[in-house]
């Protein structure tokens, strides 16, 4: 931490501030420059304490220098973790596809997205169970019965199930059935959530929140991380901002970003991030094209009748398009599908 | 709902559009204009429908019309709502302090605030037993005991209580000790927690979401409204904009705006807003012109030494400097305190 | 300026970074904390210098201690400016009220509303000749002919006049007929403009960006001061977010907080930040109580018919409600009018 | 335009927005549904007249239906438009690459980087001769020295030159030496300069404003288009949102959508819009696969000696692999470098 002191500051400011940095246990290296003062703040978890100075005089700035989180950074851990989801491996040269419905309508429906994108070549069912919606008079998912046909779904193409989790209270029964369990983006600051995610054993899918900063979203991997659980894997799927033409805004200069900042592997949600169905293949390739591990695509048989975010969902016409654009760009880059 | 066709929209394409309108059990009503057709859509929850047209052809926009918030409103309600917390009524001509710090650092800080601020006109005591915390590595509160000993001083100082819940599985805990539940920021579209504090028959202070539309916001109150609780409260605390000077944004724009839109009281926090204790004292009597119900303001004995948010706290003497100012500008507006 | 070194950066990197800082006549100071080493860099405008070492490896963060204005600065100036308006003082503790259409429509409408505006205390007439439109098919204002009209209502109210200037190439003209230079929103880093309306020996108001920080705010108003004109009025007029169901957020966090930072006075448009007549009321009351200079209203005899933002129009009945809950707010204040 | 009633609304006040439509001279249509009764508004520019309702009671919202572009829309155009600046085509099935040096240093500097960088591939030189700085006091451009320089540089590499032109004074001076006009995002607003612009008759590159919608974009376009120039470039670069780990938020969203939108070549700068030369490569390659016509792209010899945004260029090396890497990908995708 370093302590920035007004140009005007007196020396008994200064020394106000020097006392205080000693009274809570660490120790100050001033800088006298030709303008302002400015001090050094050595030793201890010095981004804790930046509350204590607050109210002393004086002072400009207070500049917090650590990086706050620790275990998902690559300085912790120079190499890349890869999540090794019962054989499948997420976070290495190859890129998993995950695709599936936003809801889990039924069983039928289900099944037959499931053989589709398998046969494609996607390796994750994705589709939600429990289902975090912005109005109480949406549909709110089919909770156990919707895990349950997930299972089926794997028994059968032997895709890998991730679904998502919105309660600590939920997180053994989706344990039981899924293999991944995400955390969704309204979900991203609900740390009693994290922190029972991070105690279930099973890897974690963690999205970014929508008006989360990437050190906010890095702390709250940490969260899990700091559990004990290392198989997080990052999913960025939009930010809100100003614009309104899309339903948010994808921050795909996150994905090299996080890659520097951070061992885990990072995937892209188009579908979420554009809430258009016409912009998911091109925003499928740029995701890989800027160095995604993976991308979770929504896909319905029939998008005009989902219950659930069928304007952002491909038909399995468009999903094969996509697949093929996807294949061809993997060539160009020396890469593969996992 | 109203679907604009595209100027380019071909005969068979307005056809097929009014038939799914039909096949979904809603009536179409037919405008052609000189450039362009446009379907009413008439009957039922047209908002939950509108993906149904989402992958048809020759559709420009579909807009829906209703606001989807429906008991939260004041087409629903006319007149104001007023909560009663035994026997505080907030949400009526008066307007209510809620005063307290961050986090329950400990019985005898907890006290000493409460005498202080029940003393200058507080009628709330505003403290966090559970804080949701941006990093694992910071103070994450003192759980049930910070309970106790805010118990303990609504009955030396007849303030009543206000604190945060996080889980679900907490609000029976918090119930029994706290006389408002509150849910913060990160968690306003935790929609298990939202429907638990619900049912729990407490009122309910609802923080807007940092990076949520008033719209949301009303709508996470329709989550809590839908399960029979009538007793909520809004807060404004601030939204997440390109700004790094303050902490956050706070929109006082809202607070004329919900009280247009909805019959419910709303108050404002200033100190998590502007994250500056010298901005608050400005901003508590700004929020009072803008019309809110009342205000919940950070005050620490010590704010230097304070455990979580020193820097937006304010001492003793800055909380009277601001009371004072408080009761001079509610005499203008011939208004009281509570 | 400060360079925070990477926790794995080697003897190597380091030398490489002060060797560069001593080439480009800067002094470096070394600290070694535990866990890192951070540099301090001493002397010149180091800002400047900031992009001179981003190719250099091993470095985290390089963070700028100074603030970059400097004339607009608090530090660089303790008390207030007061901008004289030929013999109206903006900036003391009075409190000026601008008021006028959005676009000068006609010469009637012009006059009915000054002499209304003026008779309910406002000082300074306000009315668009050029308009920035968005749209290139929308009304762009009646150019000359309007500054005339506005010149003549000056003549027969005794009211100051504010406008805009949109091109550098018409500050000279409508200099002949302003009292006040207005920059708008769109034009806050039209620097061409910006300087030579710092040469054109007028007081300026200028209006922050939509999407500008503070901090630039404050650059842009360096840009005229370091013209030689000290007479700079800011003007908070609400910034783009998320949120839409206003036209801006008006933030008025800025409002103190700029005049921590800097010298210059800061009125406030509650008219553009709320994009809505009936929240015009409440946030001017809010304006005033946050500590702003004045206020700067759209009032026009007829909204409805008005060829420009009518929507966030004060009709007359509505502009006296306004004036005399200000008149009472000030008197709460102990201010008054100017 | 649709005029949504309130739910309470009287027939009085339907009776009174009917009327002020028919006494404009548009023709109302009236639907009484269930809940509310809406009103479709015909003919006319009824965008213009939107502001005409804002003041009658009873009404919930207006809503516009047509887009407000005209001339940039496909709704006018449906084939792509090709700009054909002196032979090289913008805006068909190849890819175009601009690239240079943030500002013009100097002499040798600008043709080292010239003859660089048409070895590579690149057939534009971009180089900023005025430069629109956030503080007064960085390095301001060489001005017309820096334009004689680029247009050397042209004539011994055949590169074709665009250059940024702050003010509508200076268009004619640009003009002289540059084959492409660039508008920069400060200045999308800035109407003067892009009718100016739209008068010159040559090519403009639009930069979208850092917070300006895709609506807002097509609009400024539209400005230049409805000065008879027909030759606009798009240009991706960047929007300010919360996130502050990169210089902004590269929306590639908007290069799909503006292609769906519109007929204009869009093309994408990924050096201002990450303000991190290691995040180039890969966001270039992202925006080639999301589908923009052309990248313009900041390089430098020496980037820890440049005079402004050194931090984003790309060294001669770090080019040469990005077009290794561009070459590669557009092979996949059955495209070529223009």
């Known amino acids: 931490m370093i302590i920035v002191m007004s140009h005007s500051a007196t020396k008994a400011e200064i020394d106000a501030v020097v006392e205080r940095i000693e009274e809570i ?11 302002r003062t ?5 030793g201890g978890n010095a981004y804790a304490y930046k509350d204590a100075f607050s109210h002393l005089g004086g002072i400009q700035e207070i500049i917090p220098i650590t990086k706050p989180f620790k275990l998902a950074s690559r300085e912790f ?7 090794d989801v019962g054989g499948l491996k997420i976070g290495n040269d190859e890129v998993v596809i995950m695709a599936g419905p936003c809801s889990v309508e039924g069983e039928e429906m289900l099944l037959d997205t499931a053989r589709h994108v398998a046969a494609q070549g996607a390796r994750v069912l994705r589709g939600g169970a429990f289902k975090p ?9 089919l909770g156990e019965a919707a895990l349950k046909m997930m299972a089926a779904a794997r028994d059968e193409t032997g895709l890998k199930v991730v679904t998502e989790v919105v309660s600590p209270g939920d997180v053994e029964l989706v344990g039981k059935y899924a293999d991944i369990l995400q955390l969704g983006t309204r979900n991203m600051q609900n740390y009693a959530l994290l922190q029972e995610a991070g105690r279930a054993g099973k890897p974690v899918l963690l999205k970014r929140g929508m008006s989360s900063t990437i050190e906010e979203w890095l702390l709250a991997a940490e969260y899990i991380l700091s559990q004990g659980n290392r198989d997080v894997i990052l999913c960025e799927r939009g930010i809100r901002t100003f614009e309104t033409a899309t ?5 795909l200069n996150a994905v090299p970003l996080v890659r520097e900042l951070s061992h885990l592997p990072v995937i892209v949600d188009p579908s979420q991030a554009t809430g258009k169905w016409t912009l998911v293949g091109p925003m499928s390739l740029a995701a890989i094209a800027a160095g995604a591990n993976g991308l ?9 009748q989902a219950l659930s975010d069928g304007a952002q969902s491909l038909d ?18 020396q890469k593969q599908l996992a």
Not at 38 to 42: K, N, Y
Not at 247 to 251: E, G, I, S, V
């Open 25 to 35: 246990g660490l120790k100050a290296e001033l800088s006298r420059g030709e303008e």
């Open 316 to 333: 399995f016409a468009a999903f094969d398009r996509m697949m093929a654009d996807v294949r061809r760009l993997l060539g160009a880059m």
């Open 133 to 141: 919606r912005t109005s109480p008079y949406s549909f709110q998912g």
């Open 38 to 42: 400015v001090l050094g703040v050595i």
């Open 77 to 83: 851990r120079r190499s890349d973790t890869v999540v």
């Open 296 to 304: 979770i695509i929504e896909v319905h048989p029939t998008p005009n």
């Open 247 to 251: 339903r948010f805004t994808l921050d």
